[in-house]
């Protein structure tokens, strides 16, 4: 992990003892093991919740959430024209030609 002793306390401190590098190389020293798990863990739930803020916001861009939504209207689109076309042949005398707006079943 980290070995970094005797260092300055830094901005991103948790508590009053200097940031989590110096706490960490302090309890190698020390040993204090309920210390040791408790600081892991936030050590490791901060870093937990950066990745997932990171991949969510990779994940839910404005971007790829409307292109994925105009494709599923793009979708919705052709699913009706296929529809369209099925009723067209099945059957052929309800709509004759080019068929009025009110007969397509949409």
């Not at 997932?52 to 979708?75: A, D, M």
Request: aromatic residues 10%; contains cysteine; hydrophobic residues 35%.
């Amino acid at each position: 992990m980290f070995m970094v002793i005797n260092r300055e306390p830094t901005t991103g401190f948790i508590g009053k003892e200097g940031d989590y590098h110096t706490q960490i190389a302090t309890i190698k020293e020390t040993g204090d093991t309920q210390k040791k798990k408790y600081r892991s863990n936030q050590i490791k739930s901060k870093l937990i919740r950066k990745n997932c803020r990171k991949r969510r916001r990779k994940k839910w861009s404005r971007k790829s959430k409307w292109e994925w939504r105009e494709t599923g209207h793009l979708r919705m689109i052709a699913a009706r024209f296929a529809m369209a076309i099925s009723t067209f042949l099945a059957k052929p005398t309800a709509l004759t030609g080019f068929a009025r707006l009110r007969d397509l079943p949409f």
